[in-house]
């Protein structure tokens, strides 16, 4: 909690605005998960989610539901005068993304993937030179930064050093991702290998810092044969990639209680007992005059035609009458997959020579990157009249 006052800072009122008691939050994730489960789109009403949440932290649900309602986590859908219907605020699935990378990460994730986005963003031509160096300036602070709480925890207890190394892991990424922007920026933007070669400097720099305090924790390990300071990856890299002599090393001094006594005869015939497998069972074989209930062949059929009577219906509303109608602005209105809907309505109907329509398909190709739907090609629907 310590960590979300830290990120909610910037933008808090007062000093106590942030919960201190982490369970309350388990208000906010019950209510993100009612959404994700059960709304189809029209939102829910308060009376569904407190059947859903339940009793998920601390305190009554009428209480965070109203204050969910006053910061804006959850919203009352204008088009539903007559009954009180809920949404989600997108903002607020973000907020509960990061909040639980914080948990784990202390920030430095936040770093890895704004250098991510920052090549990607250059790579894609949608940043300028000045916007750039912004972004490679506010990188470098961020790193200087974090360098700094790794040297300042040389002379803190130990207890802290492990805290601090599990909120900076992946450090060599952090390198690689860094020199992968750099590479980038000198590609496209010559003039700023200044900013480039000091953020450059600073991930060297953060990186040594953050060796540094994994080799005083192997260190310390290493004196006090106190194998839970490792990480859980540590275990794993050294399993694949250090050879056997050098892991049976590790227990060179360690004693081992001598094994167990053998079983005696009766305990093995006993044992031998329990896990004798079960005899087979021979079931008769089911008789052969079993009236058939139910034809899937005449059922295959009866979906067939309600499908074709379903699209015929469809499409004839579509057409309100005309002989032929262009789709393009529908199918960009519809939206995805909403626009995957209709062609393949289209289609099916177009293919069916039980229907009167036919179906054109442009060699055209509409593309806007903004849209939900990115490309298309024009298509037309025509009414063959008489068929």
């Known amino acids: 909690m310590g960590q979300v006052r830290a990120f909610v800072a ?13 369970d309350v939050i388990e208000w906010a994730r019950a209510v993100y998960r009612t959404f994700g489960e059960l709304d189809s789109g029209d939102g829910l009403t308060m009376a569904e989610l407190e059947n859903a949440c339940g009793q998920a932290a601390p305190g009554s649900f009428e209480n965070r539901f109203e204050l969910f309602k006053t910061m804006g986590l959850v919203r009352r859908r204008s088009d539903h005068a007559d009954v009180r219907r809920y949404v989600f605020n997108p903002v607020g699935v973000a907020a509960l993304l990061v909040f639980d990378r914080l948990a784990h990460s202390g920030g430095v994730q936040e770093i890895l993937i704004s250098l991510d986005q920052t090549r990607r963003d250059i790579a894609d031509g949608l940043l300028d030179l000045g916007e750039v160096e912004e972004r490679l300036t506010s990188l470098r602070h961020a790193l200087s930064i974090s360098t700094g709480e790794l040297l300042r925890l040389r002379s803190r207890p130990l207890e802290e050093v492990r805290e601090g190394r599990r909120n900076h892991r992946g450090a060599d990424r952090l390198l690689g991702e860094a020199r992968a922007l750099v590479h980038v920026v000198e590609d496209r933007f010559p003039a700023l290998s200044g900013s480039s070669g000091r953020l450059i400097s600073e991930a060297l720099r953060y990186a040594a810092a953050a060796n540094e305090l994994v080799d005083r924790l192997l260190a310390r390990a290493r004196t006090e044969r106190d194998f839970s300071m490792l990480e859980p990856e540590q275990y794993r890299t050294a ?20 094994p167990a006594a053998l079983l005696g005869p009766e305990q093995v015939l006993l044992m031998l007992e329990q896990h004798r497998p079960r005899e087979a069972r021979k079931r008769p074989p089911l008789t052969l005059d079993t009236p058939m209930l139910d034809n899937p062949v005449e059922h295959a059929r009866e979906r067939q035609d309600r499908l074709r009577e379903r699209r015929k219906a469809v499409l004839r509303l579509r057409l309100r009458g005309q002989p032929e109608l262009d789709l393009t602005a529908e199918l960009l209105a519809a939206g995805w997959p909403g626009a995957v809907r209709l062609v393949v309505e289209v289609l099916g109907a177009a293919s069916d020579p039980d229907l009167p329509f036919s179906a054109q398909l442009s060699d055209d190709l509409y593309v806007d990157s903004a849209a939900p739907v990115s490309y298309l090609s024009p298509i037309t629907l025509r009414f063959e009249e008489g068929t």
């Open 239 to 258: 399993a694949f990639h250090s050879d056997p002599d050098s892991l049976a090393a590790v227990f060179a001094g360690t004693v081992f209680d001598p």
């Open 10 to 22: 910037p933008v808090a009122n007062e000093s106590d605005a942030v919960i201190k008691d982490s």
